[in-house]
């Protein structure tokens, strides 16, 4: 079964290139503009369709002209200058021809003249410099590397290594004495991750590499022998990615429209072969076949008593820990390794340096699929102000979730977890009705913790507090204000109530405000009865009838209010009789809240009515055995079976 090809364009983003020895070289914007212009014009870009009909894409590798001190060839010099004019010229098109921003870097000579290649890595470290920039002031990340000039050694390979999943710089068999040799290298259109020390072979390397080479050069030029080894790949059962790379300081339409054509008739020798054109990062994950590649939320909250700051990622990241750029008062620029703690695969900690006049902290990480996120953390700004103060976008791996579209529910986190606002009602009366039943030393759990606020009071009867909680950042929030206070970290799992392991139990298990959002009790009761070894205390919105309530939540952020969710009440006896089955006595209690503050009436959020009670449990008897939940007629049925696969007598 024949594979698919993709057909990949890098092009190399300088700039004008001034060189009165070479008039193709484009010397100012205006004639880089015009050149530009003809590669984002509709027409191009559907002239020569591939077999699904696709436009041709391109990966624009942005590079940043700095750390030079002279410049013979007129470059735009600036940290953010060429990237700046492309998106503010071509910014809508790059959006809506699912082109793709990637980095390109030129290391400095150590003559500092703007027109040489450096080849020595450790004599500068200004690709450091750039990279915190960008973070910092522009809010970006990259993910797929190409190396100026495809200079590339095994020092800068293991850095690229550690901070980039995708690399476009393999240029086999190329090589230009004393400056680049990728004679050795891969000469397949496949992807490889690079051997540690020799990058130009396969080996134990992080990212994930991919040969690209010239479209015209004074040292090679595209052929049609290279096209057809695509096909050829994709023919035998192995994807291929074809790319080939140029630089927009020429005017290179007619090259790309001969190098489109070469490529549309060579697949017709290959019928069965479908081809694509995809930008850098798409081509790898098609490549590889993955089909949902999500964008990792990182956040961080700041201690200033401690110098403590907590950093989360969503999603494990490419990065063994994520990239800290720091800003100081004066606006210079660092990029900080040291005294980063990694806790696992999501998690970090890092304690800034006594006496650093910082004023402001990005922190950034990719995934090893390629989607990237910046989080900014200004000094004296409110926690999570970076969250807090950009407008939320569907989120991309849960966009039907009214957690991930709220910014009333978090604020509330941090401040009931940093201890700014007082106790709860209904954490108080929870507090109340287990006061003279838990003893110093029992467990309990809390059920929706959020992040864990109750604890705050729950310790004052000396339990041990656990809570699970579906929603990360509500918990990544009650870990950093909680763990200084003396709560263990890991007593706060990100955890749905279904995945509570069944052989957990506590002294006593409280569900506060969270029973309400599931579509039925059955479920969520069961595994918390089970789960309680004495006490079950749950305060939630309960009737004579149960009622399904399917309806908006008008307190999520504008552009979500329509989105709906559970908000039922369930009915009294029969949430009585399911625990009574459990083995446990129940009994209610009215809410102290809506006695006092609202004369015994309903309490309305957000427009939505709950008559909030205490139901409290407590068990009287055992949890029920498997013949008493199967009944007689499935009990023998699972005995026989079991007994059947055992080698038992049903044998």
Known sequence: MSEKVYVVFCMDTEGPCADPGNAELLPDWPQVDAAMDKLFDEEFRMKYP??????????????????????????????????????????????????????????PAVSGVGNEWGLDWTASQEYENIISRQIIERRWFPVCYRAGGTIMDPISSRWVDAWFPFDYSNRAPLSIPGIMDWSSGVKEWKLYHPDTEDFRKPGAGRRTMARCLDLVTNVYTFDDQEIRAAFERAHNGEPAIL????????????????????VAAIAKEYPEVEWQYAGPVEAARKYLHVEHAYQPEI??????????????????????????????????????????????????????????????????????????????????????????????????????????????????????????SPETDSVAQAVDLLADKLAAGMSMLDV???????????????????????????????????????????????????????????????????????????????????????????RSHFEDEEETRFIPDILLEDGFHTMRDYFNAFGRDDVREFLEKEGFKVTWVSDRRQT????????????????????????????????????????????????????????
Request: aromatic share 14%; glycine share 10%.
């Open 50 to 107: 591939d077999s699904t009909g696709g436009h041709f894409k391109i990966g624009w590798f942005f590079l940043t002209w700095t750390g030079f001190t002279t410049n013979p060839r007129g470059r735009d010099f600036g940290y953010h200058n060429v990237r700046d004019h492309y998106l503010e010229r071509w910014g809508d098109k790059i959006q809506q021809y699912g082109d793709e921003e990637c980095w390109h870097y030129h290391q």
């Open 243 to 262: 790319s080939f790379f140029e630089h927009d300081y020429r005017d290179i339409k007619p090259r790309i429209d001969a190098f489109h054509a070469a």
């Open 299 to 420: 956040e961080a909250l700041y201690n200033e008593e401690t110098g403590r700051m907590s950093i989360w990622s969503s999603e494990p990241l490419h990065q063994s820990i994520p990239w800290i750029a720091v800003q100081t008062a004066d606006s210079e620029v660092q990029h900080v390794v040291d005294d980063v703690v990694r806790i696992d695969e999501k998690h970090w900690q890092w304690r800034v340096p006594k006496g650093m006049d910082w004023a402001k902290i990005g922190i950034a990480g990719s995934t090893p699929m390629g989607e990237s996120s910046v989080f900014i953390v200004e000094r004296g700004g409110k926690p999570l102000a970076d969250f807090f103060d950009r407008p939320l976008e569907a989120h991309s791996k849960f966009p039907r979730s009214i957690w991930q579209h709220s910014k009333v529910f978090p604020a509330s986190c941090v401040t009931r977890a940093s201890g700014e």
């Open 448 to 538: 929706g913790c959020a992040g864990g606020h109750a604890w705050r009071s729950f310790r004052k009867l000396g339990v041990e507090y656990y809570g699970i909680d579906h929603y990360a950042r509500g918990v990544e929030i009650g870990r950093h204000y909680l763990a200084p206070l003396g709560l263990q970290p890991e007593r706060l799992r990100h955890m749905a109530l279904h995945q509570l392991p069944p052989e957990e139990s506590y002294d006593a298990v409280v569900c506060l405000n969270t029973l309400y959002y599931f579509p039925t009790y059955h479920a969520p009761l069961e595994a918390m009865a089970r789960a309680a070894k004495h006490w079950l205390v749950i």
């Open 596 to 651: 006092e503050r609202f004369g015994g009436q309903p309490e309305s959020v957000g427009g939505i009515v709950f008559n909030y009670e205490f139901l409290f449990a407590e068990r009287v008897a055992p949890l029920p055995d498997e013949d008493a939940i199967l009944g007689e007629h499935f009990g023998q049925a699972s005995r026989e079976w079991r007994d059947g696969r055992r080698g038992g007598p049903g044998k």
